[in-house]
C-alpha cells in the first residue's frame, strides 16, 4: 500500500498530465489506462475514441491493441475494432512478430476473447533473440492474460520462471534501464503474482518522479508518467 507522501506524488503526476496537449494514440491509450486504473474522471476516453478511423487506430496493430485494451479498462468494447484485430492476424500469430502478437493477445484477453493459437505461437517461438526483460515482460502480460480467461494453466509454469528470470535481471537500486521498460517489467511481474517482491522496485519508480511532477529517462515524458502512474495504480489494487 502506498502512504500519504506517495499518494501525494500519484497526484502530482496526474496534476502534470491534465497540462500536457496529448495527441498521440499511444500516449492517450496510456493516459486513458492510468486514469481508470485510479477510479479518475476521464476526459481522455472521448479523444481517444475520436482518433479511430473506420475499424482501427492508424492502421497499426499495436495502436488498436493499445486503444482496445485502454478502453475495456473504462468497460468500452467496440466490436468491430476487435474483429479487425482478428482480421490481421496471419497464421499462428500477428506478422510472426512478437510485439505485434504479444499487444494483440494482450487487447483481446482484455476485451475477454481468447486465442490459444496466438498463445501457443508465442510459447514455442520464445527464444534467445527475445531474451530480453522489455520483450519477456510483453510476453508474459500476453499469457498471463490469456490464461486469465480459461480454468486451464498452460503457460503458468512458463510465466513463473521467466518472471524469475526478470527478477534476477534487476539492478541493484530497484529497476531495470529505462523507466518505461522497469513499467512494463513491474506490471508483468504484478500480473504474474510477484507484488511480494516488488517493494523496491516500487520505491525505486516513485524516486524517479521528477521536480515537475512527471517521470521520464531526461526529460518530462507524456507516456512514461502515465506508464508509471498505471503501474502504481496496478500496485495499489494488487
Known amino acids: 500500500m502506498l502512504n500519504n507522501l506517495e499518494f501525494d506524488i500519484v497526484k502530482k503526476g496526474f496534476e502534470w498530465l491534465s497540462s500536457r496537449q496529448i495527441q498521440s494514440v499511444k500516449e492517450l491509450a496510456s493516459t486513458v ?7 479518475l474522471p476521464n476526459p481522455y476516453t472521448p479523444l481517444l475514441i475520436r482518433k479511430k478511423e473506420g475499424n ?37 500469430s500477428w506478422n510472426e512478430d512478437v510485439y505485434d502478437t504479444a499487444y494483440s493477445l494482450g487487447a483481446l484477453a482484455d476485451m475477454e476473447v481468447s486465442d490459444r493459437e496466438g498463445c501457443g505461437w508465442l510459447y514455442e517461438n520464445y527464444g ?15 499469457l498471463k492474460k490469456q490464461d486469465n480467461l480459461t480454468e486451464s494453466r498452460d503457460f503458468e509454469a512458463f510465466v513463473r520462471e521467466r518472471a524469475e528470470w526478470i527478477l534476477s535481471k534487476r539492478k541493484q537500486d530497484g529497476g531495470w534501464e529505462h523507466i ?9 511481474l504484478l500480473l504474474a503474482g510477484f507484488k511480494k517482491e516488488l517493494g523496491a522496485s516500487i520505491d525505486w519508480l516513485l524516486g524517479k518522479a521528477r521536480e515537475s511532477g512527471a517521470w521520464g529517462n531526461k526529460q518530462d515524458d507524456i507516456n512514461a508518467t502515465a506508464l508509471t502512474l498505471s503501474t502504481l495504480g496496478m500496485y495499489e489494487k494488487a
Not at 64 to 90: D, H, N, Q, V, Y
Not at 180 to 188: D, E, F, G, M, R
Request: aromatic fraction near 8%.
Open 33 to 39: 489506462s492510468a486514469h481508470a486504473l485510479w477510479g
Open 56 to 92: 482501427c487506430w492508424n492502421s497499426s496493430i499495436r495502436d488498436t491493441a493499445r486503444a482496445c485494451s485502454a478502453l475495456s479498462a473504462e468497460g468500452i468494447i467496440f466490436r468491430a475494432p476487435e474483429k479487425w484485430l482478428l482480421s490481421m492476424k496471419t497464421g499462428s
Open 128 to 142: 534467445p533473440d527475445w531474451e530480453q526483460v522489455g520483450t519477456t515482460s510483453l510476453v508474459i502480460t500476453a
Open 180 to 188: 518505461s521498460t522497469s513499467n512494463l517489467v513491474i506490471q508483468a
